[in-house]
């Protein structure tokens, strides 16, 4: 992990946006989510927690940026680089020949019968074979196609091993392939096509 903050610092990548507590604040808001995602409010309880939230969301507004300067650019030291709408997950190595990371799926991910919605499963594939295909390409790609295969159920709130790698690459076509385990037992794997973007391309 260490080494994928380094090339991206050296990259300018810069680990403080979003200040010391980006963290937890993304942190808090996902254990609203959580909460959110099982809670039966009475109507005393919905109206409390409306009036708090819109205070809240009217307090966040006034530090809203525009994309390309949220801290989810750069901070590599953040459980999915502190991006809220990602299933949190930390690097344990990443480099041109893959990437290897703890994956949770959280309450606010659950699908039915306490396993994960299989989008939820794809939004992570995505992710982490984005960050394999751009490490081994040295440049930003994007998704082109993604096929997932389910193999067994992919528990919630239960540390899971993602590997995701770049079996090979033909001009800017980046093929990859993913797998998620729980222990030994394969929950699903996945293979994309990425392609590497070209200069300027929107
Ligand atoms: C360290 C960093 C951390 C950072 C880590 C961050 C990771 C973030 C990862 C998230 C990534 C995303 O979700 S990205 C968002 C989801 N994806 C999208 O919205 C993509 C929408 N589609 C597009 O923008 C476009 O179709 C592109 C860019 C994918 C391709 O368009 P293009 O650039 O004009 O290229 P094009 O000539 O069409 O295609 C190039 C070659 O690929 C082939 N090709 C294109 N699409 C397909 C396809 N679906 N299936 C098969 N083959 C395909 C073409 O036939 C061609 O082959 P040949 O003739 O050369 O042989």
Redesign the pocket.
Known sequence: MSE?IN??EERGADISRGGPYYGELIEQVRGLMDRARLVSPTDELALDAIGILKQLNDKLDAAVVNEWSTPTWTRFDLPA?GNITLPPFMIDH?DSSGVDARLTFRNYHLGGNNAAHGGQVAVGF??L???AA??HAGS??????LTVDYRSVTPLNTELKVRAWAERQ????VFVRATLHDGDRLCAEAHG???V??PG?A
């Open positions: 994928l090339a991206r680089r990443a995505d992710d074979l984005g960050m751009a490490m930003i790609t994007r998704t082109a196609s033909e001009g800017r076509k096509l990425f392609i973007l070209k391309q």
